[in-house]
């Protein structure tokens, strides 16, 4: 199990992608999305928090561990809560700037994920993204998801929390 100081190698604000474990396919509600499947596997999902305080990267991190005692807001709170479903890595990188639908974009091209669930997490991307998260064909991909971060931004930090 984690432990909450290792939150502290993340950066304050910035862009992440979260490597999430879906152990079983199931169906599973995504707010205003609905009743949506998940096949068996992992899944990277890509954000950002450049707020201070309560809104910085490492508070949405803690609260992406959570699974309950949160006010389900964004799609990700519905996937993330339920009890098949675990938060594995997370790989985040300093920046000011919204850079979570180049990353994304990156992560669908070099690792050739494919989109699941239309519109998760992109209901309000500015730049079109069908999805924001992508169903990956394997496992370990950290370090490839951290070398699309360090190309497209900066130094990449990647935090596991099993394993």
């Known amino acids: 199990m984690w432990k909450e100081n290792v939150l502290d190698k993340l950066p304050k604000r910035g862009v992440y992608t979260l490597i999430i474990e879906v152990s079983k396919e199931k169906e599973i509600e995504i707010g205003a999305l609905?009743?949506?499947?998940?096949?068996?596997?992992y899944y990277a999902y890509t954000g950002s928090a450049l707020g201070n305080f309560s809104?910085?990267?490492?508070n949405r991190i803690l609260r992406h561990l959570r699974k309950r005692g949160k006010k389900k807001h964004w799609h990700i709170d519905f996937l993330l809560?339920?009890?098949d479903v675990r938060l594995e890595t997370?790989?985040?990188?300093?920046t000011n700037h919204k850079r979570e639908c180049q990353i994304n974009k990156q992560i669908k091209k070099h690792l050739n994920a494919k989109i699941l669930v239309p519109r998760f997490g992109?209901?309000?991307?500015?730049q079109r993204c069908i999805s924001h998260l992508?169903?990956?064909d394997k496992k370990d991909v950290s370090e490839e998801i951290s070398r699309i971060h360090r190309k497209e931004v900066g130094k990449a930090v990647v935090v596991s929390f099993y394993g």
């Open 34 to 41: 609905g009743r949506k499947n998940f096949a068996e596997g």
């Open 55 to 58: 809104t910085n990267l490492q």
């Open 81 to 83: 809560a339920d009890r």
């Open 90 to 94: 997370v790989v985040a990188v300093y």
């Open 122 to 126: 992109a209901s309000d991307c500015k």
């Open 134 to 136: 992508l169903y990956l």
